[in-house]
């Protein structure tokens, strides 16, 4: 006899596993600039290093999407468990760059898991436009927990908790999806075919499928670049970098949470649109302004990457469902490989605006501030290109839809 899904207890536990990738993100990013005193790290440094949580997430999206039919649900997000696990320990016993390096890995491993599993998961329990709200309620506790996890940073770092015991914070959403995710049944995949990697990759060889596939990779990017330094990169603003990321992330979450009266309004492709617009402004703002002005940047910033994401799988699992749980984790995984591959290219920019603003004559906090904020204006080329992109895809998709 079958073992009835739990859809909400399912749901419960990959929300719980997404809290675990957003402490991750947050809390890491919160404690960057002690672990580069403490291990006496450069920008570049710092920059692989968190790369290697961005090179994990790829790797296992992919060979999860591969698998997920064939392994299930269950054993992906077993991994993700003990990779978590691992890589938080690894991370609170670390001894030196080597160290920070395998197990910022391992839980880019444990983070790519969850979306493997969890995505086409959620795909297959709900349909039509349930399945783009509750697609978008999944991902809206990547940026609550962000929030979560900045305020729990900031809140240890100003009572003098070490960085240690904040890294062991990202234990406690781990071991609850873990005893939520124990024992249940998942769903089977409900569009015929989408089970067989053969017909996944018929799907995927199409000029709509390659188009999204670059423009992921611009989107991440475009969301993680400035939030993963915003730590360093705003420090010397005159706002709270730490609140700036919770504003961000906050923003986030509630935008996500009603993404179905926004779609309602815009559909998938004018959000997309807007938002590489709103983020372009945003981060060129971030760019220009300090003190109190930071944080207007960053509403309009979250703004325009609040759905990107989200909206990008649900445009797949929609208009290209054939495609399967494969080619989900490919679109997930080419946004997290292009953002580990710019990770370290955005930590060299960085140090050499420094250099730069030092041969100016600049020292102390203005040079600092300078060389952040050149690096930002160059990251805001990302978005810009997608503006144009989600251009002609908006006019085409509608040009489309009248054909038909």
């Known amino acids: 006899m079958s073992q009835t899904v739990n859809q909400s207890r399912l749901f419960l536990g990959s929300c719980f596993a997404l809290i675990t990738t957003a402490f991750s993100f947050s809390i890491r990013a919160g404690i960057l600039a002690q672990l580069g005193t403490q291990f006496q790290l450069t920008g570049e440094q710092l920059g692989w290093m968190s790369s290697m ?43 030196g760059y080597s160290t920070l390096l395998i197990s910022s890995l391992l839980i880019g491993l444990g983070n790519g898991c969850t979306e493997a599993a969890c995505n086409p998961m959620i795909a297959d329990t709900y349909s039509g436009a349930d399945m783009n709200k509750m697609l978008n309620r999944f991902h809206m506790w990547f940026p609550g927990g962000i929030v979560v996890g900045s305020l729990i940073s900031k809140f240890m770092t100003d009572t003098g908790m070490s960085w240690e015991a904040q890294i062991g914070i990202i234990l406690i959403p781990t071991i609850i999806y873990f005893i939520l995710f124990w024992g249940q049944a998942f769903p089977q995949p409900k569009v015929e075919g989408a089970d067989s990697i053969s017909n996944n990759l018929k799907a995927m060889v199409s000029p709509l499928f390659i188009f999204i596939f670059c423009c992921m990779a611009l989107t991440a990017i475009s969301e993680f ?25 906050g923003t986030m979450a509630v935008c996500r949470y009603f993404a179905g009266s ?16 709103l983020a372009t402004a945003g981060i060129l703002l971030f760019a220009t302004q300090t003190g109190t002005m930071t944080y207007v940047a960053a509403l309009c910033f979250a703004f325009g990457v609040a759905l990107f994401w989200p909206t990008m799988l649900g445009f797949v699992a ?9 080619g989900l984790s490919i679109i997930g995984g080419v946004g997290m490989f292009s953002t580990a591959i710019f990770q ?39 978005p810009g290109i997608l503006i144009l992109a989600f251009a002609g895809l908006f006019f085409y998709m509608r040009g489309r839809k009248i054909a038909v």
């Open 225 to 249: 670049g400035p939030q993963q330094w915003t730590g360093l990169i705003m420090s010397k603003s005159g706002a709270s970098p730490m609140l700036i990321l919770a504003l961000v992330t």
């Open 262 to 277: 926004i779609y309602a309004v815009l559909g998938q492709t004018g959000v997309l649109l807007v938002s590489a617009v």
């Open 344 to 382: 370290p290219i955005i930590g060299g920019w960085l140090d050499g605006e420094k250099a730069t603003a030092a041969a100016n004559g600049l020292t102390g906090d203005l040079a600092e501030l300078t060389a952040g904020q050149a690096t930002l204006d160059n990251i805001a080329i990302f």
């Open 318 to 326: 929609e208009k290209m469902p054939k495609t399967g749980a494969f």
């Open 53 to 95: 949580w961005f090179f994990g997430f790829p790797i296992a999206m992919i060979v999860g999407g591969l698998i997920y039919y064939s392994v299930g649900p269950k054993k992906i997000m077993l991994f993700a468990f003990v990779a978590h696990a691992i890589g938080i320990l690894m991370t609170i016993f670390a001894t």
